[in-house]
């Protein structure tokens, strides 16, 4: 493996900063990013910045473009124009690094039906870059399932595998949570829920870029949304 | 560490996929079923005479292995691609190339290993000289995982096109043929007591050759599929 970082579970600290000389300033930083699907600009000259411990909710209407811009963060999506920078380097050259820095939440779960749910998340836990001392089991309870780590997701209603969905962000050492319509299908205990976990993870130093239609109440610093009209 | 970690996630994904497969316990008969009816259907249609059958023992079973692989194949990501583990697996901090190898593996474990284990069966079926068994079985061996390898690309290629089911066999029937003359080769000339090392060499080399490279190749096709 000749990534040495393929692990470190969190930021550089500014020792390893002050190392590697291209670092600068922002956790995750867009810079002039244009994407364009079938032919039509969906966004053009977007530019912001994502520092440990904020969150940023991404606002508009459907079809403008906030699945794209966050699948293009995921490298899912080439972008037409412009750099996306972690830690001031550009992420096609980090890839795997980066990877191991960024949990996705899609409108698809990403979890087996065929599976229970805890088959799921020890999947979940072995892909990702796993977080020492939170067990699948207890990353279940947190999320309100207790009881049902031998369900099939099967078996389950529309919001419970959205819940299973996101236990998996809790069993990673990911930084940055990347979460498209995390709401969809909760109920108000469970985006109280989702509320709360992402206060814990800014506050712990974590960044979260969030696409929502619900209007997100968060503890932690939420930086100016962005809208694409 | 990050290597005990990558095997991990290879025998996590590997288990993964047998499992479901295992839940799934009837589709994983299909191709099966298919390999044994297509085979079982020459003796009908050309009568039970050892003389017809015998030359063309080696070429029956071996195209129906190959389309019987091909039908298995194409399975293969989309049930990923469709609930989003494959965006998952693509989001791995793990070479792509190695969880597209358990992916690969699992699938043959599947559906390659009970085509091997059957084979001889049909080659009875279909009154293939005794010679001519262990080149059967080593040529499937040695060839099969070749098909689903190979056929992986494929599959990574048309997994974002709806029905590309004849996109799919136009892409890598092409790539299977080499496999076809040489493994088909084999098994007739085994039959006929001749030394078959070259062909079972070549197959070899072709087995290695997608090892090492289809996972790669797959790899990058999932990524434009998922764009």
Known sequence: MQ????????????????????????????????????????????????????????????????????????????????????????????????????????????????????ENLRVAQAMGAAREGVSPVQALTRIGLEGFDQALVRTLSAGQRRRVALARLLLTTSRLWI??????????????LVESLLDEHCTSGGMALISSHHAVSLACSVEEPIRFS | ????????????????????????????????????????LFPLALGPDSRTLAPLAPGVIWVAALLASMLSLEGLFRSDFDDGALEQLLLSPHPVAVLVFAKVLAHWLITGVPLIVLAPLLGVLLHLPQPGMPALMLSLLLGTPVLSLVGSIGVALTVGVRRGGLLLS??????????????????????????????????AAMLVLALRLAPIATGAALRISVG
């Open chain 1, 3 to 118: 990534q040495t970082s393929y692990y470190q579970p969190s930021a550089p600290s500014p020792a390893s900063a002050a190392a590697v000389s291209t670092i600068t300033g922002s956790g995750l930083e867009v810079i002039g990013l244009e994407c364009v699907r079938d032919d039509r600009v969906l966004f053009s000259g977007l530019n912001f910045t994502l520092e440990p411990g904020q969150a940023r909710l991404v606002e508009g209407a459907n079809g403008s473009g906030k699945t794209t811009l966050l699948r293009a963060i995921c490298g899912f999506v080439r972008p037409e124009q412009g750099t996306i920078r972690w830690w001031g380097q550009d992420i096609e050259r980090v890839r795997l690094d980066f990877q191991a820095q960024i949990a996705y939440l899609g409108h698809a779960h990403g979890i087996k039906e065929e599976l229970t749910t805890l």
């Open chain 2, 1 to 40: 560490m990050t290597g005990f970690r990558l095997f991990t996630a290879f025998y996590t994904l590997l288990r993964r996929d047998l499992l479901m497969a295992f839940r799934h316990r009837g589709e994983l008969a299909n191709p099966l079923l298919f390999f044994v009816l297509v085979v079982s």
């Open chain 2, 170 to 203: 136009l892409l890598i029937l092409p790539l299977y043929v080499p496999v076809l003359i040489f493994a088909a080769s084999a098994v007739g000339d085994a039959a006929h007591g001749l030394q078959v090392g070259a062909q079972l060499t070549f197959l």
């Open chain 1, 179 to 192: 979460l498209d319509e995390p709401f969809t299908a909760l109920d108000k205990d469970g985006i109280k």
